[in-house]
């Protein structure tokens, strides 16, 4: 039966368009037979039997709707969901079976709903209306928190995302995570969204980049739709931000969106924001901001450990269908350590060679197709990109390191230095020690034993940074400054 009136002509066209992008078949199925649209002044309004229906059709026809009212209506429309059993004669409509691949309804096709002049029955109050913006959201949604491997760089940050997606607004409000690119803050931000989802599935959330809120503003401000984007951006239970530091030197937006937070908040619902630098460390930000940012929890991610490495490792390649031994997966973690993505990258380019050559995954095929990993590991490094790396890592001028201070970071620093411009650039003790500030040949001995005796108990190494004290093991820390020394030249 049709899934609209005759009285609306627009509608009917609207209904012909979305039927002409999905298929007659799977119009007939997904929504002749399975809903009632509303064609209203604020947006198109879909009636279905069940949450099943709504999800589907959300999930695989979003865009062939918002497609139909382009070239129907001449504009987009806000697509929301009311599960109305009432409207469907039997009650709620059976879930369609998959069979390969295709959606076969095995129930008996539903009734014409009511007489449209009988008066409508509300939404049930547990399923909130949905905007095209939080399906299009869902659809995003590639990483799954299951799949985001946890390691002691990360423990906090997993920690709290998982309490916040069960608790939303209950603790941790905001949750703000920071991390260097490629160390899954990303995963980890959609993968609360998901299991978000999967714990509160009648609250509404989105997932949008930086970028996009802005965007979205701007466009919403041109078009006098202020009041449309604020209603639909401030009813959310959970509002999750990847890149928020592209909101930096935007003033209107960063106004926008402090009056967003503000509303979110006080209705005791969530938002969680992903950035690449500490709320403080974020330039032209409005203290406003990051003074609410800062009042909730701020947790960092790190560049994995080795063991996690490898963790990442064996996960990336089970996903990929590919075995690789401990000794291939050592191999490429020891020379990979800055971010997760250059081991997935790692990983495609050996699953590439064993498909397009058949060699086996082992030692000598890893050499051939990531030997460029290999010649950077033994490849001199200049004085200048050593010491240009370390004062970046640790937050220190290049001045402070050349001069006499002993404060606990800056000696850390320099003694890193001395440490590594001895083993990469290959220098004597003299030469180093007129680069690190004509200082005494014995004083740059004194500092590399002191470091190389580090590494070799792997003892943990303590420093100030500009947003409180960080400890690092030796091994891993000077593997990885030295692998961005060598990214930096």
């Not at 004597?428 to 005796?453: L, Y």
Request: hydrophobic letters at 40%; charged letters at 25%.
């Amino acid at each position: 039966m049709s899934c609209i009136t005759a009285q609306d002509p627009q509608l009917a066209r609207l209904a012909k368009a979305i039927a002409q992008r999905v298929g007659q078949q799977r119009f007939s199925v997904w929504f002749n037979n399975s809903t009632k649209l509303d064609l209203r002044q604020d947006g198109l309004e879909i009636a279905v039997p069940n949450d099943f229906i709504s999800e589907w059709i959300g999930k695989n026809f979003a865009r062939p709707i918002q497609e139909a009212a382009n070239e129907v209506l001449g504009c987009s429309l806000d697509v929301r969901f009311s599960v109305v059993p009432q409207l469907f004669d039997g009650g709620a409509a059976s879930s369609p079976v998959m069979v390969e691949g295709t959606a076969v309804d095995r129930s008996p096709s539903p009734r014409a709903p009511v007489a449209v002049e009988q008066p409508r029955p509300a939404a049930p109050p547990h399923r909130p209306a949905e905007s095209a913006a939080a399906a299009a959201a869902r659809m995003r949604i590639r990483h799954d928190i299951d799949t985001f491997v946890v390691g002691p760089s990360n423990q906090l940050a997993y920690n709290t995302a998982l309490y916040v997606s069960e608790f939303p607004g209950a603790q941790y409000n905001p949750l703000f995570i920071h991390g260097g690119c490629g160390l899954g803050k990303t995963h980890l931000l959609q993968g609360l969204c998901r299991r978000f989802q999967q714990h509160h599935p009648a609250k509404r959330w989105t997932y949008m980049t930086g970028e996009e809120f802005t965007n979205e503003f701007i466009t919403a401000m041109r078009a006098n739709k202020l009041d449309h984007f604020r209603r639909k951006m401030r009813e959310l239970d959970l509002l999750a931000i990847d890149d928020v530091h592209f909101l930096s030197g935007k003033k209107a937006t960063q106004e926008e969106f402090l009056h967003t937070f503000n509303a979110i908040e006080a209705m005791g619902r969530q938002v969680v924001m992903a950035s690449d630098a500490h709320p403080k460390m974020i330039e032209e930000f409005g203290e406003s901001l990051v003074n609410r940012f800062v009042s909730g929890m701020v947790v960092r991610i790190d560049p994995p450990n080795f063991l996690t490495r490898c963790e990442i490792l064996r996960n990336v390649s089970a996903r990929a269908g590919l075995v690789l031994g401990d000794d291939v997966i050592c191999w490429i973690a020891r020379r990979v350590a800055q971010n997760v993505r250059e081991l997935e990258g790692a990983i495609t380019r050996i699953t590439a060679t064993v498909h397009l050559t058949g060699h086996p995954p082992d030692i000598a095929m890893a050499t051939n197709a990531l030997g460029d990993l290999d010649r950077q590991h033994v490849a001199p490094v200049k004085t200048d990109s050593i010491i240009l790396a370390i004062c970046e890592y640790f937050g220190v001028d290049q001045r402070d390191l050349m001069s006499g201070r002993r404060q606990r970071t800056i000696s850390l620093a320099r003694s890193i230095a001395m440490f590594l411009v001895r083993k990469t650039a290959k220098l004597s003790f003299p030469e180093i020690g007129q680069k690190m500030g004509k200082r005494n040949h014995s004083t740059v001995i004194s500092a590399c034993r002191r470091i190389e005796r580090a590494v070799q108990r792997n003892e943990p190494l303590v420093w100030t940074s500009s947003v409180g004290e960080r400890q690092e093991e030796a091994a891993e820390l000077l593997q990885r400054l030295e692998e961005h020394s060598r990214t930096a030249r």
